[in-house]
Structures are given as structure tokens and as C-alpha cells.
């Protein structure tokens, strides 16, 4: 086992993890001071605009730097541990904030982004996972960064998509729902990338597409738990309320696939866990 | 009251489970499978061509039997993901949810490939297609194909051609054809995990190389695995022989759904939702 001061690179995160929450919070305070009414009139408000995305592209940039100099040090990808897939996610889930504001300049939705980064930076940083440079065999292939990076993506969208619904329980006036759709699209898109080639790369690995693993159980769950809110959407049905519910609901079962899943007595014969 | 017919017919399965126990899976093994599924699509699109009108395919088709179908298939995941227990997937109530799910995408398939007009010939339904189906064959391929899936375990001893084979169930059957280790390799990082492990074997005299994540694919539907190995002992290895007659058609169903996810991601949701709020 390793003890903390043998983890190379990986004590440097805590300047990285802190300059980038830094400046994704300064990026959000921006855009949150910006009047979205007067964007187009007031210069102002441009600039504050601009700046926004400025600081929230800068915490993107040292995020990736981070992973990709953690990348060289560790000699493997960092995507195999509780800890490392934090990072991922912490990268995204900026990613998907930056991506939301220019695409629909939805003032509040690098705040969310900022605390939903800032939660798994800090979790990173006070308790860091034991990082070793070890890479068990069935995690060696090509199917294993498509994987687990897909995942992470589609994560942060739906954690994107799980704050608008909380923003959604209490507030009627913006259009929560339209936006929280499309982040929903998006993430169930990567959410099917990540199911599909998991099958895949389990039917090479251990000669099965679906064993109803835990894991693979609860990714079911999540997956399908998405596909009746989309239909749901589809379809007309349900209230505003309910909706936000759902995804609410639906974010509880994606944490569950992701993490909660290895606190289960029956994840203990899980082919998953890899970390223990 | 369709709903309570639903109830009822998943009481009836709860019922036939408690007293027959789980399904009854090998019994259904080909040709019988297949005949079913034959017979199961054609009673579908029969009733979608000439009684579109009736109370059954009406419900069929009612949001109310889609958001049952997905809700019902839901909650049978959230029972397994909770409890662990996986034989859940071979009782007869889970079997009738995913039966039902699989009448339902079909129904839904019939009426929706194309855009609903008045001369018949609307527009073809990419998106919709490509979703729909890919998660029918996928799933149809999973539920049809059980009973002619199997999995073998057997060891494979250096320098001896070996045909013995053991079911999950720990019964014994023969290999057509027989196994020989000619040489076992491994890899282990300095604190002595396994960071590889090769296996070179002949089987029925053509050498074969296997390591995790690399099968041998012996014949159409069967695939040879390297699972195990002895730290102690490379004399010997742990092979499983995997039949999957119908995973062709599951992988269709994967690339299928991976294509209606692209077209999910580029185009996202239709626009009606947008003009609704």
C-alpha cells in the first residue's frame, strides 16, 4: 500500500484542484452579475459575458493539464479508481456548465457547474484514493478509456440536468425544462455509449454482453430510469413537479451505479470493483 | 381496465412462479426458441394489419402501455440491483415484463417508422428506427437466445488434449473436440499483481493464442476465453467455452442503439418539447 507522499504527481492536485474551483467560482460570480435582458445592449454585460467564459474555460484548461501530466507521471491512464474518475468528472462537469451557458447563457448554470466540481475536487484532495501505477489484465484494452470517459461525460451532464430539476421544484419563470431535455439527451446519449461499449468490452473480457452484475444492474437502472423521463417528455405526461422528481430520482440511481453500488453486500462478488 | 388485466396476468405469473418454481429456460432451447419468436412477431404484425382497431392493439399503443412497459421493466432492475438476486431474470413474472416490453417496442415500430400522412408514405424515421429496433433485437436477442447460450469451464493441462467440459451447474459434458496447453506466460507488477497472463494452446491440432480480452473464436457463436490460471502451478490453466449462437443479432441491436445514441446526441430533442414550454 502506498502511503500519500509516494503518490508522485498526484500531490501537486491540491494547487491545480484550488486554482481551478478559483477560477470556475470567479467565471460564475461573472456570469451571474451579468443581466441576461440587456446582453445585447449593454457592452457592459458583454464583457462580464465574456469574461465569464474566459475564467470558466480557464479552470477547464488546468483541469485537463492536471489529467494529462497525472497521464505521463502514472504511465497509464488515470481512469481506473474512485479517486481518478473524480477527476473526469470534476473536468466535465465544467465542461457541461461552459457548454450550457454559451449554448442557452443560462446565468446560474456555471454556479451549479462550480459546486458540483468543487465537491469532488475537495473530495480529492482530503481524501485521496491510493493511487498505484498498477493495471489488472482485464482492464488492459482499448475499450477501457472509450469507457469510463463516456460515462464521466454523460455524469456530468446528467449532474447539469439534476440541478436544473432542483432548480426546477422551486422556480416556474425560466425554461428549466427545455434546457434540462437537452442536457438529458445529451447524457443519455453518452449514458448509451457507455452501456453499449461496456457489453461489448465484456463480451471480449469475460465472454457475456449482460450478467447482471451489480454494477451492470444499476446501470440498467439508470439508463431505463432516463428512458421513461424521455418518454415521459415525449409523450406529454406529468407534471412539472413529478419531472423534476423523476430526475432527481434518476440522478440517485446513476450515484448508486457509479459509487453506492460497491456498499452493497451484493456488490461483494461484483467483477467491477477495482479499487478494493 | 387494461391495466388490471396487466396486474392480473403478473399475479398469474407470481402465482405459476411460487408453484413450479423458476422458468424452465433449456426447455425452450432451438428450434422451439425460434419458433415462438416466429410465431410471437408474426401474431403481432397480424394483429397490427387487420385489427388496429381493437381494444388489445388500442392499449398496445396507449402512452398509458409504454410507460408501463418501461416502468414495469424499471422496477424488476431496481429488485435485482437491491436484492443481488440475479435468478430473478429466469422467473416467469420478469419474463412476461420483458415480454411485454418486447410486444409493446414492436407495436410502437409498426405504427412509427414512418411519419403518420394521408397518402400513406411519410417520412422515414431514422432516429426512431435505429433506437427502437436496436433495443428490440438487443433485448429479443437476450430473452430468445437464453436457452442456446451456455457456459463451459474446463482445465486445460500442458502437453495433454483434454475434452472434458463443466456446465455451471457443475455437470460434466465432452468437447466435439479436445484442448492441449502448450505454454503458460505471466507477467506480475513488482507488489505481485497479475499485469498479464498468456495462454498457447492447440485446439483440435490449430494453435491458438488467448489472453483476457483476447478470445479464440472456435466456430460461428462459440468463443474459447482464458479466465484462470494457478500462480503457483503453469501446467494447467482455466478455459470457459462460451456458446452464443444468437449474439449476432444482439450486436446488430448494440450497433443499431449506438447509432440512434450519435443521432440522439447531434440532433437531441424534438422540437415540440421547446414549443411547449
Given at each position: 500500500m502506498l502511503r500519500r507522499n509516494d503518490m508522485g504527481f498526484w500531490n501537486s492536485f491540491i494547487w491545480f484542484g484550488i486554482s481551478a474551483v478559483i477560477l470556475s467560482l470567479i467565471g460564475a460570480v461573472l456570469s451571474v452579475c451579468t443581466n441576461e435582458h440587456l446582453a445585447g445592449l449593454s457592452q457592459a454585460n458583454r464583457r462580464r459575458r465574456a469574461l465569464a467564459v474566459f475564467f470558466a474555460s480557464s479552470a477547464l484548461v488546468v483541469m485537463a493539464t492536471f489529467i494529462v501530466l497525472l497521464w505521463i507521471d502514472l504511465e497509464r491512464p488515470p481512469l481506473r479508481t474512485m479517486g481518478e474518475t473524480r477527476l473526469w468528472y470534476s473536468f466535465f462537469a465544467l465542461f457541461a456548465g461552459l457548454f450550457t451557458y454559451l449554448r442557452w447563457r443560462y446565468r446560474w448554470i456555471l454556479?451549479?457547474?462550480?459546486?458540483?466540481?468543487?465537491?469532488?475536487?475537495?473530495?480529492?484532495?482530503?481524501?485521496?484514493?491510493?493511487?498505484?501505477?498498477?493495471?489488472?489484465?482485464?482492464?488492459?484494452?482499448?475499450?477501457?478509456?472509450p469507457h469510463v470517459t463516456v460515462y464521466m461525460f454523460s455524469y456530468s451532464f446528467l449532474g447539469c440536468a439534476f440541478l436544473l430539476a432542483l432548480a426546477g421544484l422551486f422556480s416556474s419563470k425560466d425554461n428549466v425544462m427545455s434546457a434540462a431535455d437537452t442536457l438529458v439527451y445529451i447524457g443519455m446519449a453518452f449514458l448509451t455509449f457507455g452501456m453499449l461499449s461496456g457489453a461489448l468490452w465484456a463480451k471480449e473480457a469475460w465472454g457475456h454482453y449482460w450478467n447482471w452484475d451489480p454494477k451492470e444492474t444499476w446501470a440498467l437502472v439508470t439508463w431505463l430510469a432516463y428512458m421513461l423521463y424521455i418518454h415521459l417528455r415525449l409523450l406529454g405526461s406529468g407534471s412539472r413537479k413529478a419531472l423534476c422528481l423523476l430526475l432527481i430520482f434518476c440522478f440517485i440511481c446513476l450515484q448508486m451505479c457509479w459509487w453506492g453500488v460497491n456498499y452493497l453486500p451484493t456488490a461483494q462478488d461484483s467483477v467491477h470493483i477495482y479499487n478494493r | 381496465m387494461p391495466y388490471i388485466i396487466l396486474i392480473i396476468c403478473l399475479a398469474a405469473f407470481s402465482a405459476i412462479q411460487l408453484m413450479v418454481g423458476n422458468l424452465p429456460v433449456r426447455f425452450f432451447a432451438f428450434p422451439l426458441n425460434l419458433i415462438l419468436a416466429l410465431i410471437w412477431a408474426f401474431g403481432i404484425v397480424t394483429l397490427w394489419r387487420s385489427k388496429r382497431k381493437s381494444a388489445f392493439v388500442r392499449f398496445m399503443l396507449s402512452k398509458g402501455a409504454t410507460l408501463c412497459a418501461v416502468s414495469l421493466f424499471?422496477?424488476?432492475?431496481?429488485?435485482?440491483?437491491?436484492?443481488?438476486?440475479?435468478?430473478?431474470?429466469?422467473?416467469?413474472?420478469?419474463?412476461?415484463?420483458?415480454?411485454?416490453?418486447?410486444?409493446?417496442?414492436?407495436?410502437?415500430?409498426?405504427?412509427?417508422?414512418?411519419?403518420?400522412?394521408?397518402?400513406?408514405?411519410?417520412?422515414?424515421?431514422?432516429?426512431?428506427?435505429?433506437?427502437?429496433?436496436?433495443?428490440l433485437l438487443a433485448?429479443?436477442?437476450?430473452?430468445?437466445?437464453?436457452?442456446?447460450?451456455?457456459?463451459?469451464?474446463?482445465?486445460?493441462?500442458?502437453?495433454?488434449?483434454?475434452?472434458?467440459?463443466?456446465?455451471?451447474?457443475?455437470?460434466?459434458?465432452?468437447?466435439?473436440?479436445?484442448?492441449?496447453?502448450?505454454?503458460?506466460?505471466?507477467?506480475?507488477?513488482?507488489?505481485?499483481?497479475?499485469?498479464?497472463?498468456?495462454?498457447?494452446?492447440?485446439?483440435?491440432?490449430?494453435?491458438?493464442?488467448?489472453?483476457?480480452?483476447?478470445?479464440?473464436s472456435r466456430s460461428v457463436g462459440e468463443d474459447i476465453y482464458l479466465t484462470g490460471y494457478n500462480a503457483d502451478d503453469s501446467s494447467a490453466c482455466i478455459l470457459q467455452v462460451v456458446r452464443e449462437p444468437w449474439k449476432y443479432a444482439a450486436v446488430a441491436g448494440i450497433v443499431m442503439m449506438l447509432t440512434g445514441a450519435l443521432l440522439l446526441f447531434v440532433a437531441g430533442p424534438r422540437k415540440r418539447y421547446v414549443e411547449e414550454e
Open positions: 454556479s451549479f457547474s462550480t459546486v458540483l466540481a468543487t465537491v469532488f475536487i475537495m473530495i480529492n484532495i482530503f481524501r485521496p484514493e491510493i493511487h498505484d501505477q498498477t493495471l489488472m489484465p482485464a482492464l488492459q484494452s482499448p475499450w477501457f478509456i | 424499471l422496477v424488476f432492475c431496481l429488485i435485482i440491483g437491491i436484492t443481488g438476486v440475479r435468478t430473478i431474470t429466469q422467473s416467469w413474472p420478469f419474463a412476461f415484463v420483458l415480454l411485454y416490453f418486447q410486444s409493446v417496442l414492436l407495436f410502437v415500430i409498426l405504427r412509427g417508422w414512418r411519419t403518420p400522412s394521408a397518402t400513406g408514405s411519410g417520412e422515414i424515421r431514422w432516429r426512431f428506427i435505429l433506437n427502437h429496433c436496436g433495443i433485448v429479443s436477442a437476450a430473452f430468445w437466445g437464453a436457452p442456446d447460450s451456455e457456459t463451459l469451464r474446463i482445465r486445460a493441462i500442458r502437453d495433454v488434449p483434454v475434452n472434458e467440459a463443466y456446465r455451471m451447474d457443475g455437470s460434466m459434458t465432452m468437447l466435439d473436440y479436445r484442448i492441449e496447453l502448450k505454454d503458460f506466460r505471466m507477467d506480475v507488477y513488482e507488489n505481485g499483481t497479475p499485469l498479464m497472463y498468456e495462454a498457447s494452446l492447440l485446439i483440435d491440432g490449430v494453435p491458438a493464442d488467448l489472453r483476457v480480452n483476447k478470445p479464440y
